[in-house]
């Protein structure tokens, strides 16, 4: 077996390791969706990126399998859904605490360290602020929208 392939045999059993230990059923088309998905580091996605990356790569999926399997990761923890307005939404390989840029011009999103970022509400941190009357603030996600300066 050539490095490459062994390379990727071990990928493939990660992530299926991964996806088990989330909850996730494996199947082919899952486990296709979230090689091509994980497979890069950190990355924020539209499912119809992904969708042409997988098409590219030769896997004939449905964009409906891809959603599907995109909420279905975002529902055991492994991705976050960021949604930039009712037509667009990326789902982010990142999960850990942070904030994203939204480039206009590019549709590209940035990922923000959490620590350059502060929040108050009430003039407390968010963790330590009340939510609505019997319910508690889980996060806060902030979208920094930008364009490029005309100068």
Do not use: W
Not at 2 to 28: F, P, W
């Amino acid at each position: 077996m050539s490095d490459s392939a062994r390379e990727s045999q071990q990928t493939q059993e990660t992530i299926a390791d991964r996806l088990k230990a989330h909850g996730v059923r494996l199947t082919e088309q899952r486990l296709a969706i979230s090689r091509c998905l994980f497979a890069r580091g950190h990355r924020h996605l539209t499912a119809e990126q992904l969708k042409d990356e997988l098409t590219r790569q030769g896997e004939k999926v449905a964009l409906a399998t891809v959603y599907n399997t995109l909420h279905q990761l975002t529902k055991a923890g492994m991705i976050k859904q960021i949604v930039i307005d009712p037509q667009r939404s990326y789902f982010d390989t990142n999960t850990h605490r942070h904030h994203h840029f939204f480039i206009e011009d590019s549709g590209k999103l940035l990922d923000i360290p959490h620590e350059r970022v502060q929040v108050r509400l009430d003039d407390c941190d968010p963790a330590q602020a009340l939510g609505p009357e019997g319910m508690k603030i889980t996060s806060v996600d902030v979208v920094i929208r930008v364009q490029r300066d005309p100068k």
